[in-house]
């Protein structure tokens, strides 16, 4: 429905809108009717509506003075001025609110519903808009979060997220949501409801959250915070989150609070060991990490045997990795106090990052693995080594052969399209990696940036078209990708020592 709020001075104008409106648009609701400018501003602040028919002539303060109040709380709010007089003044300033729609009494019934369906257009363009910048901000989010997760080097600068997301001097603390089914493989459909229900719960509360990717059963938050309300942040989102959720179960761990966001992957590490000990502690829906819990399992933390062993991963070390996996599983081992139900749920996270880091490098896994089934801490230990092998040989066959066929794809798509503005995320589209691993590759495998190597194939170009003199300096910078001559030249005397002009007479 389209909220529609009538104010006119005379009952019978707004009695002839409203009438208008009943008969030919059904979608339309009048919300309120106003009979001067001060009560139009009053039942606009509390019936918010999408649409207002404005008369400017009335008692208390004109329509314009009305419209310009109400636009300062509701700026969203569309505006169609109504009036007897045909005055130039009354529309210059009703242009500046930016109202577009002018009416002269007595209006006709065509004019009146084409004002109405250009304001409806309008709304719902905007609507529309608000949507994907929602959805935009949401993956910001979510991509935000797994860079402080997994410490990635990102071509986002501190600088760009800011101008996203209100993460400047930001303060806080990381909590994990995990999400148990009552079903034994819950599907999609099962959680994208939990995700959503989680998101809704979190904007019914009092704080400020940036939510990243639900992974396996895990949900990473970052709540934004000054003060240590950890304990009250568990208990509130459980409680909400608890009650929208049918046939499953929510737990959450807590990290402490942080003074800088750089310092989120530390507090997100203790949010998951926290998470661990709700596993352990049997009817416990929350827990939040405390420092003597760090000091006891300090000398035992497997955490940065994992990051090791992450690289190693990636790298497709199928030697170096299975060293390191069994240096891993002794210290998670120790740090579970050799509890089996503990180790399941050290190895069910480490695969599950793992998943991330894998799909981040343009590898897809074919399966997921399972620890429930097993019973003992050998059985695991074998599960997941024979597992980590298979995917390791997988990884080191793929960046052997795999990554070359990938980088050449990458080549000849630059070499295509290098005449007009190229991204490193369109390349990694075209070819199926993420931006960040595919800038890596080009690094180690050509010694230099994405952006380095596309300026080096528009400059290799430009020198076999200097060679032509029939070709001017300004059509060689067209033809290359450059519209500005004058930057074009400055770049290529940069690279080359000489001036476009001097390397013409020199090679010509």
């Known amino acids: 429905m389209i909220k529609v709020m009538l104010v006119d001075d005379e009952a019978i104008e707004r009695e002839g809108i409203?009438?208008?409106?009943?008969?030919?648009r059904k979608e339309a609701e009048i919300v309120a009717e106003a009979k001067n400018g001060k009560e139009a501003v009053e039942q606009a602040i509390h019936h918010q509506p999408d649409i207002i028919f404005m008369d400017i002539k009335m008692p208390e303060f004109d329509g314009l003075v009305a419209i310009e109040k109400i636009l300062d709380t509701l700026p969203d709010?569309?505006?169609?001025?109504?009036?007897?007089?045909?005055?130039?003044?009354?529309?210059k300033r009703a242009m500046h609110?930016?109202?577009?729609?002018?009416?002269?009494k007595?209006?006709?019934?065509?004019?009146?519903?084409?004002a109405y369906d250009r304001m409806v257009s309008e709304l719902s363009e905007k609507q529309a808009l608000h949507k994907r910048l929602d959805q935009a901000s949401s993956i910001v989010e979510i991509?935000?979060?797994?860079?402080?997760?997994?410490?990635?080097?990102?071509e986002v600068s501190a600088e760009d997220w800011v101008k996203w997301i209100d993460i400047e001097k930001t303060k806080g603390f990381a909590a994990v949501f995990f999400f148990q089914s009552s079903s034994v493989k819950p599907n999609r459909l099962e959680k994208t409801e939990w995700y959503r229900s989680l998101k809704r719960a979190l904007s019914t509360l009092s704080y400020q959250v940036l939510v990243g990717p639900l992974t396996g059963y895990h949900v990473p938050v970052l709540v934004k915070n000054e003060r240590e309300q950890m304990e009250q942040f568990a208990r509130d989102s459980i409680r909400v989150l608890q009650q929208a959720l049918h046939d499953s179960q929510v737990y959450v761990g807590v990290g402490r609070l942080f003074e800088d966001v750089q310092d989120f992957s530390r507090s997100y590490e203790e949010a998951l060991y926290a998470l661990e000990q709700v596993q352990v502690h049997k009817g416990a829906k929350y827990q939040v990490f405390h420092q003597s819990s760090l000091e006891?399992?300090?000398?035992?933390?497997?955490?940065?045997?994992?990051?090791?062993l992450l690289e190693a991963i990636k790298q497709g070390d199928i030697q170096q990795?299975?060293?390191?996996?069994?240096?891993?599983?002794?210290?998670?081992?120790?740090?579970?106090?050799?509890?089996v139900e503990v180790m399941k749920k050290y190895l069910e996270n480490f695969f599950i990052v793992l998943s991330r880091v894998i799909k981040d490098i343009g590898l897809e896994q074919e399966r997921t693995i399972s620890f429930g089934h097993l019973e003992t801490a050998t059985q695991m230990k074998e599960t997941a080594r024979a597992h980590l092998q298979n995917m390791m040989q997988q990884i080191d066959n793929w960046r052997s052969v795999g990554v070359r066929g990938l980088l050449i794809r990458a080549r000849q798509f630059i070499e295509s399209h290098y005449h007009r503005p190229i991204t490193l995320e369109e390349v990694a589209d075209e070819v199926g990696l993420s931006s960040y691993y595919l800038s890596k590759l080009f690094k180690e495998h050509f010694q230099v940036t994405f952006v380095e190597y596309v300026t080096q194939t528009r400059l290799n170009k430009a020198k076999e078209l200097l060679v032509d003199e029939q070709l001017s300096l300004k059509e060689i910078a067209l033809t290359i990708g450059y519209k500005d001559p004058n930057y074009f030249s400055r770049v290529f005397k940069k690279e080359t020592m000489l001036s476009p002009s001097e390397y013409r007479?020199?090679?010509?």
Not at 106 to 114: D, I
Not at 296 to 308: D, F, Q, V
């Open 18 to 24: 409203a009438a208008i409106l009943k008969r030919n």
């Open 77 to 91: 709010t569309k505006c169609i001025m109504v009036s007897a007089f045909d005055t130039f003044q009354y529309a």
């Open 97 to 104: 609110f930016g109202i577009k729609e002018y009416l002269l």
């Open 106 to 114: 007595p209006s006709k019934v065509s004019e009146v519903l084409e």
């Open 143 to 154: 991509e935000f979060i797994s860079t402080l997760m997994m410490d990635y080097i990102h």
């Open 296 to 308: 006891m399992n300090k000398e035992h933390s497997p955490l940065e045997e994992e990051k090791a």
């Open 321 to 339: 990795g299975i060293y390191l996996f069994d240096k891993y599983m002794q210290s998670v081992q120790k740090h579970a106090n050799y509890q």
């Open 505 to 508: 007479k020199k090679y010509t």
